[in-house]
């Protein structure tokens, strides 16, 4: 089992910037995979950003160059740095860990809010 708790939401104008953070605790040995996704109003849920335990990353093609995807081994902690906010980037922004050796299972956080006003 892993816990997720997320912090860092907020508001924001259009072209601000916000850092949300993600500290695991629990099985954090048997992570293999830790990201975000975020949910806007009457969407799907789409995967945004993740980031290997070797470091090697993926981004959506709307955030790329925007948004950094980054983790701290030694706090068991991923952040998500997000520039130059625009407001389709509003939506609830949750953390993801893939953890377990043999049958991997996916683990969220409790989602945190972001709003970016034009």
């Known amino acids: 089992q892993v816990q997720l708790v997320e912090s860092g939401g907020g508001l924001v104008q259009a072209g601000g910037s916000l850092r949300l953070s993600c500290a695991a605790s629990g099985s954090i040995s048997s992570i293999q995979l830790m990201g975000w996704y975020r949910q806007a109003p009457g969407k799907q849920r789409e995967l945004v950003t993740t980031?290997?335990?070797?470091?090697?990353?993926n981004y959506i093609d709307s955030v790329k160059g925007r948004f950094t995807i980054s983790r701290d081994n030694a706090k068991n902690t991923v952040y998500l740095q997000m520039n130059s906010l625009k407001p389709e980037d509003t939506a609830v922004y949750y953390c993801?860990?893939?953890?377990?050796?043999?049958?991997?299972?996916?683990?969220w956080g409790q989602g945190t809010q972001v709003t970016v006003s034009s």
């Open positions: 980031i290997t335990n070797s470091g090697s990353t």
């Open positions: 993801y860990v893939l953890a377990g050796t043999i049958l991997p299972s996916a683990y």
